[in-house]
């Protein structure tokens, strides 16, 4: 999503002021049962109005009902798996839990996350205390039918990475979660990538390796069709591992080492070079799709949850 990190920040001020599903003082607990499903137990609670549940890695926050929480929850799990699967990562267990607030409606995602998150449908949230996540959490907004597919990817994926790196370098954090949104998502990143080409704004790979922030408002679609693009790039000259073997060595060793000792590049220059010409050769590198199609149970048929 865009504006990720800020959103979190906005997140944390924002929650102060509203109720929190985990820390209701109130907190009762009308029921619990457990599940055996496909992916392991899910136990059902409640608290206050919110039906939770809880499976190995994530405890889902629903308003609507336990059927939405477990279902939701038991999608997770499958979709925490595939998601590392694609990314090259092996996660160990969560703990604490990865919360998912299931919002009812805009206004209330909103309130949670913030005004910069209105046209988002998800946003990602870790805290550290030291070197250990002592929070995962990602709102989403439960209204929008296709949350499931089209928007938890993305988060895990954040979510995911932060297991791995302390510091995620930003483009291949968002580079690599782009690469998990809808088909239609992505073709809109490829369109202002390549407006922004056409303009002369694109920023040199060095300056994009090295952000540390994300850029002003106006420079979120260029900064995001880029760096899905870079990484896009170094997936077809290697493998995830790879990939996140570089956004690691690049902050130890400088990007120009990186790329000579993960890819056999010479430096920053050849890989600007090898990715300008794929920008010139649109059809060389077409956009493709990651589908979760290949469980035993298509990820879909847990979209279709109340
Ligand atoms: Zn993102």
């Known amino acids: 999503m865009y504006g990720n990190r800020t959103l979190a920040l906005l997140a944390l001020a924002a929650l102060a002021g509203f109720y929190s599903p985990i820390n209701a003082a109130a907190a009762e607990v009308a029921a619990k ?17 919110w039906h939770l549940a809880e499976s190995s890695n994530f ?23 595939e998601v590392a699967t694609l990314c090259g990562l092996q996660p160990g267990h969560w703990s604490p839990r990865c919360q998912i607030v299931l919002h009812v409606d805009a206004k209330s995602y909103v309130a949670t ?28 907004r439960g209204d929008v039918s296709d949350y499931l ?31 998990l949104d809808p088909l239609d998502k992505q073709q809109l990143h490829e369109r202002d990538l ?4 056409q303009r002369g704004e694109l920023m040199p790979i060095n300056e994009l390796f090295g952000l540390q922030r ?8 260029l900064f995001y069709g880029q760096s899905a693009s870079i990484v896009r790039c170094l997936l077809q000259r290697g493998t995830p591992q790879q990939l996140l073997a570089f956004a ?15 890819y056999g590049l010479s430096g920053v220059a050849e890989l600007d070079r090898h990715w300008r010409s794929r920008l010139a050769s649109p059809s060389d590198a077409p956009l493709t799709l990651v589908t979760f199609a290949a469980s035993p149970t298509p990820f879909s048929a847990v979209a279709e949850a109340p």
């Open 33 to 49: 049962v457990a599940t055996d499903s496909a992916t392991g137990v899910v136990s059902l609670t409640r608290k206050g109005a």
């Open 59 to 81: 405890q889902v926050c629903s308003l609507r009902g336990a059927k939405e929480a477990q279902d939701v929850a038991v999608g997770c799990e499958r979709l925490r798996n």
């Open 113 to 140: 996350v913030g005004h910069a998150g209105a046209a988002t449908a998800a946003s990602a949230l870790t805290q550290r205390s030291g070197a250990r996540i002592n929070r995962r959490k990602i709102d989403v």
């Open 149 to 179: 597919t089209s928007a938890l990817p993305h988060e895990l994926c954040h979510v995911l990475l932060a297991d791995r790196f302390a510091d995620v370098p930003l483009w291949c954090d968002e580079g690599l979660a782009l690469l």
């Open 194 to 197: 390549r407006s922004g080409d």
């Open 214 to 221: 994300y850029p002003a408002a106006e420079r979120w679609g």
């Open 248 to 262: 690691k060595a690049q902050r130890s060793l400088g990007t120009n080492k990186a790329l000579r000792e993960v």
